[in-house]
T-cell receptor, first 113, second 115 residues
């Protein structure tokens, strides 16, 4: 039984570019949340997707957007990249919009040059 | 707003030593509280949880008690092993979210255990 899988594992971009990160939830899960973890910090909630809609959002600008597909997989898009966007991006999945514990993937390390 | 504060600075212990990592929280009402662990190069794993005041969560020898009087949820283990070396995060769900969703995390405590 595969857990949460994220791709790519590492990514290097330059300022101003756009990036798309992908997440496949654990089998049987229908809710996907995204977190940003800066170096040496705890993860910060970006947003949560359920039934293909953004249900909750943290304190992140509109440059951060997402999508959930009918198979429950999800993408995180970041436009106009800034140096401060360098971080580990974690995807977490759960069942039923957060009424069960979240399972985290290993993350995508994004570096902005 | 809801928040979590963990003890600052890394913790370095010898194998079989006693571990305490402090966590205090500020929240509306009495949310569930969690400890997550992050091993090098991996994502976060739920270590233990407590869903109401005076609950004790436990797993893999780790324990934490939900203390509403002191708004604390300190993590303890009686005898640490080298394999416990990791980063530990205290967390709670933000107000307006579901019981496990929209988590807010402390800044993390790095634990290093030497043989």
């Amino acid at each position: 039984d595969a857990g949460v899988t994220q791709s790519p594992t590492h990514l290097i971009k330059t300022r101003g570019q756009q990036v798309t990160l992908r997440c496949s939830p654990k089998s049987g899960h229908d809710t996907v949340s995204w977190y940003q973890q800066a170096l040496g910090q705890g993860p910060q909630f970006i947003f949560q997707y359920y039934e293909e809609e953004e249900r909750q959002r943290g304190n992140f600008p509109d440059r951060f957007s997402g999508h959930q597909f009918p198979n429950y997989s999800s993408e995180l898009n970041v436009n106009a990249l800034l140096l401060g966007d360098s971080a580990l991006y974690l995807c977490a999945s759960s069942l039923g919009q957060g009424y069960q514990p979240q399972h985290f993937g290993d993350g995508t390390r994004l570096s902005i040059l | 707003g809801d928040s979590v504060t963990q003890m600052e600075g890394p913790v370095t212990l010898s194998e079989e030593a006693f571990l305490t990592i402090n966590c205090t929280y500020t929240a509306t009402g009495y949310p569930s509280l969690f400890w997550y662990v992050q091993y090098p190069g991996e994502g976060l794993q739920l270590l233990l949880k407590a869903t109401k005041a005076d609950d004790k969560g436990s797993n893999k020898g780790f324990e934490a008690t939900y203390r509403k009087e002191t708004t604390s949820f300190h993590l303890e283990k009686g005898s640490v092993q080298v394999s416990d070396s990791a980063v530990y995060f205290c967390a709670l769900p933000l107000a307006g979210g579901t019981s496990y969703g929209k988590l807010t995390f402390g800044q993390g405590t790095i634990l290093t255990v030497h043989p």
